[in-house]
Every structure is written in C-alpha cells, then in structure tokens.
C-alpha cells in the first residue's frame, strides 16, 4: 500500500489477488525494460528488483521519480548518478531521475545533495558525477536521435549552471581548482585528510568536472550551438592541465 505521509483513506480497495498480479505486471514490465534489448535478461533478477522497490513515485515536491539508496532515505544525488548507470538500459528512466535533480536545481546553479518529497539538503555539494553518468549513457544510446530536443536543452541549461557553480561558489581561492568542503561533499568517505582539514582541493572534482564540461560541449553539438561546445571543450582540457 502506497501512501502519502499521513496516508489516505480510498473509495474501494483491490482483493488481495487484483493487487498481487498489478504488483507483478509493473514488476516484469520494469525488469524486462532494463534487460538488454532483444536478448535474455541477463541482469541480477534480485539487484533488479531492489532498484524496483527503491523507487518513490512523484508526490509533494517531486516532479519525477526518485531513486532510494535505502529504505529509510532518498539517494544523494552522485549516488543516484551511479543508479541511472544501472538502469542505462532504460533510457527514459535514467533520465527521468537526471531530470528530477535539474527540477530541485537552486537559482544559482546548485543541485541539492539530496531531496525527497519534502525535503532538500543544499548545505552541502554533492560530487558532479551528472558527466560521468552522461558519458556512459551516450556509450549505450545515441541522443542525437533517442532524446527529444527538449530534453537536451534542460540537461544542457541545467548542467551548464551547475558546472559553473563550482567556480562560483567552491573557489575561494580563485585558482580555477573547486574545493571540497568536508568529507560528506567527497561522497562521505573515510579519507584521512579530514581528520586534520575540512576544506581541502581534491583532484577527483576536477576530474568530474572536466568529464561533464565535455558531455556539456557534446549537447551542445546536438544543439547546433558549436561556439559553446569548443568553450566547454577548453574548460575540459584546463581542469586536466590544473
């Protein structure tokens, strides 16, 4: 049984046999989506089914649909990053969960850390993983013919802002290298550089961000905007050479 927070009461109820078999139509259909296509479903039937479970239909604040990285809280966006990977094979999926992040996107270009139907966390950056998932859903589709020109256009504006973010808001010391400020904005892991300094200039988010600098100069070629495809290829080479 779905429910809002406070649940809610409905004018008839499915027999238990009615719920079972709707449970396990959009069970198969969302399996046999993320199964490769044309072959036998070679993914983890068991992987498959808790990312089906992990999903929170839209309510609240949400616009789309969201992934969970467990049962009690939504995913960090970088975590939902990875996520989107798993679920390449469904390609309108994958990007319904990019898009839910570009929807909760602050004026000035951050995308909260993590949200839900609720809540956002904009305390803290989360790692720029959106070019590096980018990159491995272009490897398995075309999206100059698979993705609608409106869609381009929202991950390319959405992104664009939240590339420059990180120079705007996470370079204090303006040398073109953003900072990581504390060990939940390195993706919560146990690097022993925190237990002496909280803002520290890591190489991996420059790595990131070069990789979505040059997914942003690839959508902007399918958009016919060539000038700012060489732009976004020259910041890609520069966070490499920093």
């Not at 803002?199 to 790595?207: D, G, Q, R, S, T």
Request: charged share 25%; with cysteine; aromatic share 10%.
């Amino acid at each position: 049984e779905e429910t809002e927070d406070l649940g809610y009461v409905r004018e008839s109820y499915p027999t238990y046999e009615e719920g079972l078999a709707a449970a396990k139509a959009t069970w198969e259909e969302f399996y046999g989506k993320i199964a490769p296509e044309g072959g036998e479903k070679t993914a983890d039937e068991a992987a498959a089914y808790v990312l089906w479970s992990m999903l929170e239909q839209p309510s609240g604040r949400l616009k789309r649909s969201i992934i969970h990285s467990n049962y009690t809280h939504a995913a960090p966006t970088w975590t939902a990053c990875l996520i989107t990977v798993a679920l390449k094979n469904d390609l309108p999926l994958a990007l319904e969960i990019l898009l839910g992040q570009l929807d909760q996107q602050e004026p000035n270009g951050e995308i909260p850390n993590m949200f839900d139907h609720t809540n956002r966390d904009c305390l803290n950056a989360g790692l720029p993983l959106q070019g590096w998932a980018l990159n491995k859903l272009m490897e398995a589709h075309d999206f100059k013919t698979e993705v609608s020109e409106e869609t381009l256009k929202a991950l390319y504006e959405g992104y664009s802002k939240w590339a420059d973010w990180f120079l705007k808001y996470r370079d204090d010391d303006q040398d073109g290298i953003p900072q990581t400020e504390g060990s939940v904005e390195a993706g919560s892991e146990d690097s022993p550089i925190f237990k002496f300094f909280y803002i520290v200039e890591l190489p991996e988010v420059c790595a990131y961000l070069s990789l979505l600098n040059e997914k942003l100069a690839d959508l902007a070629a399918m958009l016919g905007l060539g000038a700012e495809a060489a732009e976004w290829k020259m910041k890609a080479a520069e966070y490499v050479d920093k």
